[in-house]
Structures are given as C-alpha cells and as structure tokens.
C-alpha cells in the first residue's frame, strides 16, 4: 500500500506563488503516476495537474502556464508550483498517485491553499 503526506499549502495574496510537495511511503515501487486534485467545498474533486512515469504531464486548462508539476514517481516525490495565484485558485490540494500493480489511486489527506484578492 501506499500513504501519501502533503506539505506547503497557505495563504497568498493574488498573483503570488505557493509550491506544494508530495511524499509518498510504503509501496512506492507500485506507483505508476502521481498527480494534484483539488476541491472546493460543494464541488466536485478536479484533477489539476498529471506526471505519468513516462510522457508529459498533463494540466487542466485554468492552471496551463501557471502551474507545473515535476517529481520522481520511482522514488514517490511530486511537487506543484502555482505561480500567479488567482482567488479562484482557492481550495483543498489533494495528492495522488495511482497503481497499476494494486488497481487502485492513493490519496494524501490534503492541504489547504487560500488565495486572497
């Protein structure tokens, strides 16, 4: 199995930066692609950014340009730099990763990013 901690979430006024870091433990060599979710209370969970084991990340359009994922899925690290932070950005970051080997997605427990305007 796999546990997964997040760390870097806050507050930041408008057009600032945050970065936000993953680390997983346990299984780690069960994980094929670590991702960021986010969610904002009454919404449905979304997915913000991919990093896949091999190929290019993926992001969903609000966050193209401004966010980036980067990490190593072999050693279970993912970070998410979100620059020019909007307050739509606001919401619970959650981190995942997904395994082929288990059939499953793990999920951090999240942590809080407020973008104030």
């Known amino acids: 199995q796999v546990q997964l901690v997040e760390s870097g979430g806050g507050e930041v006024q408008a057009g600032g930066s945050l970065r936000l870091s993953c680390a997983a433990s346990g299984s780690i060599f069960s994980i094929t692609a670590m991702a960021w979710y986010r969610q904002v209370p009454g919404k449905q969970r979304e997915l913000v950014a991919t990093l896949p084991s091999s190929g290019s990340a993926h992001y969903e359009d609000s966050v193209k340009a401004r966010f980036t994922i980067s990490g190593d899925n072999a050693k279970g690290t993912v970070h998410l730099q979100m620059n020019s932070l909007k307050p739509e950005d606001t919401a619970v970051y959650y981190c995942?990763?997904?395994?082929?080997?288990?059939?499953?997605?793990?999920w951090g427990k999240g942590t809080l990013v407020t973008v104030s305007s």
């Open positions: 995942n990763a997904y395994s082929v080997l288990y059939g499953r997605h793990y």
